[in-house]
């Protein structure tokens, strides 16, 4: 799991169209190229967020946020899986631009 996940608070505070990243896929992948050297690739998983936040008056710790990946692929981040969620200004494999400190 990556160091810095996304927590409660950023996950109640999406809206519509944020981004983020799904932690499983953001690693390095080694693929061949030649018969001796291994080139990483990474692959970064980003989900966009597809609705509003729903929250329960009941059980104030339950939420879901609506996302979807592509044209038919769609989930929700609840309680139960908001861990495996980052930003992507938190992601350890963001490109980070010459000149820009």
């Known amino acids: 799991m ?4 996304l927590t409660v608070e950023q996950a109640l505070a999406l809206k519509y ?9 953001c690693k390095h992948r080694y693929h061949k190229r030649t018969g001796k ?4 690739i990474i692959v ?3 989900w966009k ?4 936040v729903k929250r ?3 059980t104030p710790g339950k939420f879901m946020v609506p996302i979807r990946r ?4 769609y989930d929700y981040i609840t ?3 908001y861990e495996n969620y980052h930003l992507p200004e938190d992601c350890p494999f963001r490109v980070v631009e010459e000149g820009s400190d």
């Open 49 to 52: 967020v597809n609705g509003k």
């Open 56 to 58: 329960w008056k009941r």
């Open 2 to 5: 990556i160091e810095k996940s």
């Open 37 to 40: 050297a291994l080139v990483p």
């Open 17 to 25: 169209g944020d981004y983020v990243h799904y932690d499983c896929h």
């Open 79 to 81: 309680e139960w899986n």
């Open 70 to 73: 592509g044209l038919y692929t």
């Open 44 to 46: 970064i998983e980003v």
